[in-house]
Structures are given as C-alpha cells and as structure tokens.
C-alpha cells in the first residue's frame, strides 16, 4: 500500500541564480509527481511537498546532492493520502517561485546569510535545551513567531502572541514599543517549523532584544520529543488541507468557536468572500459558514 507523507525543509545559503534552481526544483518535483509550494531567493529556499514516500525521498536525495543543501533543515509528518494518479491529496498543485524573501517579513534589506545560515540570528535551543532553560530562568518570556490566529487553537504555555494577521506586521509590531519592556528578559522565538524565527530574533536583536533565542526546528520538532507531555498546549495549526496536527491521542482542545464558544481545533475561511480571516469553528458549525465579528456586527 502507498504511503503518502510531507516534508517540510528550509535552508538559509547565498544561491547566485535562484530562477535556474527554481527551474530544476520544478522539473525534479514534477517528474516525481509532488505536490506542495517551494520558495526561493537569493537567501535560500523553503518549500513543504507531499506525495508518495519513496518519492519524497528520492526528490529529499537528489536535493541534496547540490552542496548549498546538504545541510537543509527537514522534518516529516503523515499525509492524508494520495488521489488515483499517487499525487498528495494535501496540496491542490505544485507551486514553485522565487520571491525577493523565502519568508515575507518585507524586511529583505535586514536580513544577512552565510554558507552557514543566518548570520546574527538568536540562539538555537533544541527541545530539552529549552526544557533546561526554562527550568533555570523564572523570566524565560515564549514569543509567538506565526500569525495570531494560529495561535487560537494551539501555543506554548503563557506565550506573549503579537497581534499580527500577515508576517509581514511583524515589523511594525516590534518597531510600535509594545514589547520593549521585554528587552531584558530571555526570549524564546517559536514558530511551526523554525523558518520563520530565523529571521524574526534577528530582527528582535537588531531593535535591542539582547537574549533572544530559537526553538531549533520549531514547535514540530518540539512535539516529535515531547509531545503533549511538555509545555505546548493544543493543536499546531498547518497551511495544508490537514488544516491541523494533534500530538497525541489526548490533545487538549484550547481553540473556542466563533459561534457557539465550544473547544475545537477547526478552523475555516470566514464566509464574507472580501475578508481573509480564519476563523475557529466546531464540526456542528463549520458547515454553517461563519463570519468573523467584524462582519458579524455590520450585518447585526
């Protein structure tokens, strides 16, 4: 029987012709049949694909046969399963682009990458590092790295969750001064599968954030050690058609429906066609097509 997975890798390097890479990641991909979205520029690439386990591994292989990513960061996770002709039924298609930043914080002029990553970034905690961490600083402060509608249905325990619907606020949301009572506190950038806090410690040390460290790999990694036994609570919310991932058969619910408050992990588009909200939702009403407050009280 096929067995269908994702993977799902970064990896921060110089590349000097990114649209020749992009034209052979295409091509590699294509010819394999996955499916998924692959991102590239000058600093590196990011991409998640799904399809067929060998495939997978043979398109893992040959990427890393180019040096510049040898040294990629990955991690795996089950697929839902593949349609009749082997493809993911995770993605819609393969979508792959070159992009002026591989993770839009639109602070492309901030960011500095070497052969061995990100240069001036925070300090790489793998999980029972952090565990360690934890357990010596009463002052340890976990910083949400993703958008904040991720965080509703899962997040480390007492996290500070910016206000952010796009990556791209995050900028303006450090530069406001609304957490620079946190610059002398050790802080802990966490996000799904480490990429974006790569770049986002090194944009909180540049404003002054003087201990800033990274969850290494992310809260996937994290939960591949520890699970729901740790310090993470709920579900981690996925841009693919899982829409989430549970870490154990006892997952707490945290996320509350928009309509009637219950605990869920679901969440769906509001129905108002010009809003790009995410809204949570219980199974009962997730067929009933929510609006999010805003639109709640116009058409009140």
Known sequence: MAISKILLYYVFTPLAD?????????????SLGLRGRILLSADGMNGTVGGELSAV????????????????????????????????????????????????????GELVVDKNGVV???????PEEL??????????????????????????????IPDVST?????????????DHLKGSPIVTYCTGGIRCEVLSGLMKNRGFDEVYQLDGGIVRYAEKFGDTGLWEGSLYVFDRRG???????????????????????MQNCAEPSCRSQLVVCAEHSAAEPLCPAHVAVTA
């Not at 039924?89 to 602070?107: C, N, T």
């Not at 989430?244 to 006892?250: I, K, N, V």
Request: glycine share 8%; net charge negative; proline share 4%.
């Open 57 to 108: 591994k043979r398109y893992l292989r040959k990427t890393r046969e180019y040096p510049a990513f040898k040294n990629m960061d990955i991690k795996w996770s089950e697929g839902s399963g593949l349609d009749e002709s082997g493809s993911s039924l995770d993605f819609p298609k393969l979508s792959v682009k070159v992009r002026d930043e591989i993770v839009s914080f639109g602070a492309p």
């Open 18 to 30: 990114p649209e020749a890479i992009r034209l052979w990641q295409r091509d590699l991909a294509e």
């Open 131 to 160: 565990h360690e961490l934890v357990a010596s600083r009463k002052d340890v402060v976990f910083f949400d790295g993703r958008n904040a509608f991720e965080a509703e249905i899962g997040r480390f325990k007492n996290a500070v």
């Open 167 to 179: 990556t791209r606020d995050f900028v303006a949301e450090l530069d406001s001064g609304r957490y």
């Open 244 to 266: 989430s991932l549970d870490f154990g058969p006892d997952t707490p619910r945290i996320g509350h429906c928009v309509t009637c408050d219950s605990l869920t992990n679901l």
């Open 120 to 126: 001036g970034g925070g300090v790489h905690l793998a």
